[in-house]
């Protein structure tokens, strides 16, 4: 079945304690992006990568990492994680990236509680 | 920075009601696409538009892209339990797609 993954669904930690979600896609898909989704804010990009070796910076990358060594995997890390990192996480796939975008297929969430 | 915003945040409707979110860009896109997500579940994608005063239709749902490709609606006809959900909108005009605020539409039976 195509799908995107993510691990850990839930995660409470504390401040300063790193962190690594993890996220795989099964599809080939070249382009792969993290968003994070706020109540009232909606969605909004973290890191994105349009292929392997190839990262960049969304709308709020401050505070994250992310690394592309594999077509599959885009794990998010937080270094040093802090309380307004609190968040539902989204991991995201499509076949290509580009001026017109494919279809986004998304990983079920990740709940994180930075205490 | 682009930004996509997305009116109303919220909206109640009686079942069998019409339902109508707006999407409004501060720049031109190459395209749009709607997505819903269900409470508690991941944003599912929904349907894309690319040309200028683009219309398409899925069942109840009727999805419209502005002549000047900066702006979108989605209208669903006689709303359902089923439509219960938050329906984003996300634009793109680089390799960044851009997502509304979101509209959260509850429907009572």
Redesign the interface.
Known sequence: EAQVTQNPRYLITVTGKKLTVTCSQNMNHEYM?W?RQDP??????IY?S?NVEVT?K??VPEGYKVSRKEKRNFPLILESPSPNQTSLY?C?SSLN?????E???????TRLLVL | ?QQVM?IP?YQHVQEGEDFTTYCNSSTTL??I?W?KQRPG?????LI?L?KSGEVKKQKRLTFQFGEAKKNSSLHITATQTTDVGTY?C?G???????????TRLQVFP
């Open positions: 992006s968003y009232g804010l909606g969605l909004r990009q994105y349009m960049d969304g709308d989204f995201a990236g580009g001026l017109l975008l279809t986004q297929y998304f990983g079920p969430g | 920075g997305q945040q190459s395209n696409q997505y579940g991941h944003p599912v994608f894309q690319v984003f996300a793109s005009n680089t390799d960044k797609l851009i997502f509304g605020t979101g």
